[in-house]
């Protein structure tokens, strides 16, 4: 069983920045972890996921530029540094595992691979 918590949401206004923490436990295993978004009224959606050792990330495209994903393995925690933020990037953002220990950027970025998730937490930009 793993569980995830996230952390560091709260209310912006337009071009700030926050950084989103999410901590892992209940898992020895080290794999692909991943964040997404779900705005109101709309579907949840892929923001960014990084490889088991940090080599390789991704990101949607709407955020590219703008958002940094990073993790401390030894501290179980991946980060979500958010720069620039537009009041479209409000949305409850979650953090999920993906049981994959090797890099895949197809599956990496389909919510489908991903097996556990967070509660979210909230992030609302104002104009």
């Known amino acids: 069983q793993v569980q995830l918590e996230e952390s560091g949401g709260g209310l912006v206004q337009a071009g700030d920045s926050l950084t989103l923490s999410c901590a892992a436990s209940?898992?020895?295993?080290?794999?692909?972890m991943g964040w997404f978004r779900q705005a109101p009224g709309k579907e949840r959606v892929f923001v960014a996921a990084?490889?088991?050792?940090?080599?390789?990330?991704s990101y949607a495209a709407s955020v590219k530029g703008r958002f940094t994903i990073s993790r401390d393995n030894a501290k179980k925690t991946i980060f979500l540094q958010m720069n620039a933020l537009r009041p479209e990037d409000t949305a409850v953002y979650l953090c999920?595992?993906?049981?994959?220990?090797?890099?895949?950027?197809?599956?990496?970025?389909?919510?489908?691979?991903?097996?556990?998730w967070g509660q979210g937490t909230q992030v609302t930009v104002s104009s």
């Open positions: 999920a595992r993906n049981p994959r220990t090797y890099w895949s950027p197809s599956r990496a970025t389909d919510d489908a691979h991903y097996d556990y």
């Open positions: 209940g898992s020895t295993v080290t794999t692909v």
């Open positions: 990084i490889s088991p050792n940090g080599g390789a990330t």
